[in-house]
Structures are given as C-alpha cells and as structure tokens.
C-alpha cells in the first residue's frame, strides 16, 4: 500500500510539471488560427472568426455572420472595420480571454493528459471551463458552461504567429491614435447585455452623431444612435424605438424586439 502511494505521488508530481510547462507555453505562445465559436442555450448561434493572438495583445476578425474587428493592444480596446476603428469604451474580452482570467485567479480544478493533449478544468464564478491544450502550447477547445448556457471555441487550425502586433494592425489598417468615445453609464450597462458590437460616427442633419451596432445576448439585432442633441432618426418597417435622455446627451434605441426593448428602458430610465 505504502509503494502505492509513493508512485501515486511521482505520478502526480510528474503530471503537475508537465502541466506547468505546457501552461507556460499557451500563455506566452504566439499564434494566427480560425476558429469556430457556438453558443447554445434557449436558443442557438455561431460565428466563424480568424484571431492573431500574442501573450498581451490580440486581432480578431468575425468572418460570419457579419464582418467585424476587434484587437487588444497595451490595455486598450479598439472595433470597427478597416479604415473606421474606434477606441471601445469597454474591454473586450473572448472565451478564451475569459479562460485565461479564471485559471490565474481561481486555478486548475482539474487536469487530465492523454495522447499529447492536456484536458484542464477551471471552476469558477464565471462559469465552469474546460480547454483542450496541446503540449506545445496551443488550444483545441475552449468550453464554458453558465447558468445553462455552453459557449465553445473550437480550433480548426492553428499555426505560430511570426509577425508583431504592429504589422499585423496595417494589414487591417487599424490606427491606435483614434481618439476615444466616452459613454455614460447606462449606455455601458446596456452594452454588457450584447455579444458583441461595433462603433461608428456619421451625420444627421449637421450633428455629428455615434452609432452602435450590436447583437443582443438574446440573438436580436440592436440599434442605439448617441448624440449630444436630439435628432431625426428613420426607422425600418417593424422596428421600435426608445428615446431617452440624459445629462447633456440623447440616446435612441432601435430594435424589433419588445421584450430588448423594455429591458434597455429600465436600464436607461432608472
């Protein structure tokens, strides 16, 4: 019995190495993949995106179902499109990011190897993790499971990354130098209920006036227009619209669905 628990005490000690160094290498790794992200829950959606991912910057560009882009670099966040990127007034952050944050605040829960790829399970508040990680240092799968909800990224393909965050921005034509859009509370709070969105500026009228685009967490396609006075906004057949006001600004919001709605109203209005 003694020798047993001897070599069971080797074999962990053994497997709780390897698992440091591999983990060292997906957190310093450099790398470019395509990756598929699911959500499934009351209802289903995924996106196909491409990502360029380095220890403490990152690009990634939603391919489907809309074209978007999204890059962190030196504690900042930026979205849009080539040739119209905004500084964003919230971070950032993908399933993968979220893993990360987790397995340095909480720890591995659990950790299981098997044919070269290591199986690592983060218990959280956030959510229950489990990433797939080959022993270089690259991820397969990345799960989250919350409050009935399983969120995946799977990696169809993944490869070192040799160029710099710099080199990888021109391609995109994304500017750091953009100056940064500053949004009231109620409008941050309201953007915490999205999957993701983009900024940009337009006219209407002769007011300079800011858009934003976003996917609700519900799958509904939500507008909000944010303008320091109030405006003439054209709606589409079917859609509704909130107006709210606040300290020095106006806000309207555009959405087809009641229930969206009605939920952005009281975070505007309270």
Not at 21 to 29: A, V
Not at 172 to 181: G, H
Not at 194 to 216: C, D, F, P
């Amino acid at each position: 019995m003694k020798r047993i628990l001897i070599l069971f005490c080797i074999s962990a000690f053994v497997v709780a190495v390897f698992s440091q160094s591999f983990l060292d290498l997906f957190l310093s790794n450099s790398y470019f993949g395509r990756r598929v992200v699911t959500e499934r829950g009351a209802s289903s959606k995924s996106r196909i995106e491409l990502v360029y991912r380095w220890p403490d910057e990152k690009i990634v560009q939603v391919l489907s179902p809309l074209m978007m882009i999204w890059a962190k670099h030196s504690g900042s966040f930026f979205m849009g499109e080539p040739n119209n990127f905004r500084v964003s007034p919230l971070e950032i952050l993908d399933l993968e990011d979220l893993f990360i944050r987790q397995l340095r605040q909480v720890g591995i829960s659990k950790t299981e190897r098997s044919d070269g790829k290591y199986k690592v399970v983060v218990d959280s508040p956030s959510g229950l993790f489990t990433a797939i990680i080959t022993d270089k240092g690259y991820p397969e799968r990345i799960t989250r499971i919350l409050q009935g909800v399983t969120t995946e990224l799977v990696y169809e393909e993944v490869k070192p990354l040799s160029e710099g965050f710099d080199e990888i921005a021109k391609k995109y034509n994304i500017r750091l130098s953009e100056a940064p859009i500053t949004f009231p509370a109620e409008i941050k709070e309201v953007l915490q209920t999205v999957s993701w969105y983009t900024i940009s500026r337009l006219k209407i009228g002769e007011e300079q006036v800011v858009l934003i685009m976003a996917n609700h967490k519900s799958g509904s396609i939500l507008k909000m227009v944010y303008s320091s006075k109030e405006v003439n906004i054209n709606t589409e057949q079917n859609e509704k619209m909130l107006h709210c006001t606040g300290q020095g600004y106006h806000v309207y919001v555009i959405t087809q669905d009641e229930e969206v709605l009605k939920q952005v109203k009281e975070m505007l209005e309270k």
